[in-house]
């Protein structure tokens, strides 16, 4: 995936590299390209989608076709395969090779041992304890885009997103909504501590009906993505984006007990406060979720200040952190699981 937030580096490299690009119906977002002039630059983009008004909406093609994505494949297709046979088609095997070897290559490192937790050895746990047939639900902020950048969804319609808006909250009703729609799926959110607070009174509804998830929240006590963005731009307009909660010292500083206030409206939790625990604590909010047919929250202390990769052009983006230098930096790295 490329992008300027929730990209690979690899995805990145390798759209940077190339001279030809091939939309098959995605929107082209200006969060996803950053100025069009710079993303067009020495590229031919192709756009098919079945709703005329995508087209062109941040960047017109060289080539736009509004059809069925699934008809317009398989005419292609067709075209190619007379074209290979009347030997035509150039051989871009090449290519390919380049393309493994970057996504084997550039990959960003997940294997922290740090106390408190990184945020990216979160998400490896994560694909670690959850499978192919998982579906994720998750809204904006760091929490999000970092899960963007490290999770893996292996299917359509697994990866429930609010797209380009910004509504904290809606992730606890989202995935409520989810598990009703589809009761048999395995249904996990993920949510930073502020969009947890703004609707955590609706994981009562879980309880109430019987709507089991389980709900990975990542608690800096701080609201992470408000603090990167003003400071790349030189700007530090911080309204208090901590919440200490001074009186209650066995929380460290770090907010509300959303153990108790989850427990509270019938639900189960676990505080993690160790990298090593939080795959046990997963496993764990699966043999309750099963049990007790409630949401499940296990609350993850990180570090107060996490960077998470991003910038204002394709070729711009900023890294925070080394490289993996192997499996044992990235162990759950799509490329080592392919």
Not at 50 to 64: C, H, K, L, N, S
Not at 185 to 204: H, K, N, R, T
Request: hydrophobic share 45%; net charge negative; glycine share 8%.
């Amino acid at each position: 995936m490329a992008g300027l937030q929730t990209s690979h580096r690899y995805g990145n490299a390798t759209l940077l590299a190339s001279d030809f690009v091939f939309g098959i119906g995605n929107r082209w977002a200006n969060r996803h390209t950053g100025s069009a002039e710079k993303y067009m630059e020495g590229r031919k983009f192709v756009h098919v989608d079945i709703e005329p008004t995508q087209i062109g909406r941040v960047f017109m093609a060289d080539y736009a076709i509004v059809s069925d994505a699934g008809q317009a494949l398989d005419l292609l297709i067709a075209v190619a395969t007379e074209m290979k046979a009347k030997g035509e088609l150039k051989d871009r095997s090449a290519w390919l090779t380049d393309c493994r070897e970057r996504k084997r290559s550039l990959l960003r490192l997940t294997h922290f041992t740090d106390t408190p937790i990184k945020p990216q050895r979160v998400y490896e746990e994560m694909n670690k304890a959850f499978g192919r047939d998982t579906c994720y639900v998750a809204t904006i902020g760091l929490s999000q885009i970092a899960a963007a950048q490290f999770l893996h969804v292996y299917k359509p319609r697994h990866w429930i997103n609010c797209g380009q808006a910004g509504p904290l909250g809606w992730t606890i009703p989202a995935a409520l909504g989810v598990v009703a729609a589809r009761p048999d799926a395995e249904v996990v959110a993920i949510s930073g501590d502020y969009d947890f607070q703004f609707l955590i009174e609706e994981l009562a509804v879980g309880a109430q009906f019987n709507l089991p998830y389980a709900h990975v929240l990542v608690n800096n006590a701080y609201l992470g993505l408000i603090r990167q963005s003003q400071r790349g731009f030189q700007m530090d307009y911080c309204v208090q984006l901590a919440f200490d909660n001074i009186n209650a010292p066995e929380m460290k500083g770090y907010g509300v007990d959303h153990v108790k206030v989850v427990e509270g409206l019938g639900c189960k939790a676990i505080r993690v406060t160790d990298p090593e625990a939080i795959l046990s604590a997963l496993q764990q909010a699966g043999k309750w979720k099963a049990e007790f047919r409630v949401p499940v929250v296990v609350e993850i202390i990180l570090e107060r200040v996490t960077n998470i990769s991003m910038g204002t052009e394709l070729a711009n983006v900023t890294e925070f952190e080394d490289l993996a230098r192997g499996a044992a930096d990235a162990p759950t790295a799509i490329a080592l699981l392919d």
